[in-house]
């Protein structure tokens, strides 16, 4: 595992979004590691085309607003184990992506 924050399911977090944000605009995102790093192909990313949903590396997740900028994500332990990451919106104000600016929060689940 790369990850420094390591976890079992099931989990919980606590996301917190800037103001005008919500968790819907986050992605999370299986990680593949890949010599020493970490990939994951994504429609938002520009990667793939959506059609082809089979291949993507985004997971569904159902959040709840805890507070004005809050939000509560549990994930349950169909999960499975691996790594993971919330893929941070991308700022329509800024050129760069996502990824690029570092903007993706990761994780390890294991048993």
């Known amino acids: 595992m790369r990850s420094r924050l390591v976890v079992s399911a099931p989990v919980t977090f606590i996301l ?15 990680l593949h590691i890949v010599a020493n790093n970490r990939q994951f192909q ?5 990667l793939i085309h959506e059609s082809s949903s089979s291949l993507r590396d985004e997971i569904d997740f159902l959040s ?3 507070g004005p900028s ?3 994500i549990v994930l349950g332990s169909e999960i499975g184990e691996g790594e ?14 996502p990824a690029s600016s570092g903007q993706i929060f990761t994780f390890a689940i294991v048993n």
């Open 70 to 72: 809050a939000y509560q």
């Open 84 to 97: 993971f990451g919330f893929l941070a919106p991308q700022d329509t104000a800024s050129p760069k992506t």
């Open 42 to 46: 994504s429609v938002a990313g520009g």
């Open 16 to 30: 917190h979004v800037p103001q005008g944000r919500t968790a819907n605009d986050y992605e999370l995102v299986r």
């Open 64 to 66: 709840k607003q805890i």
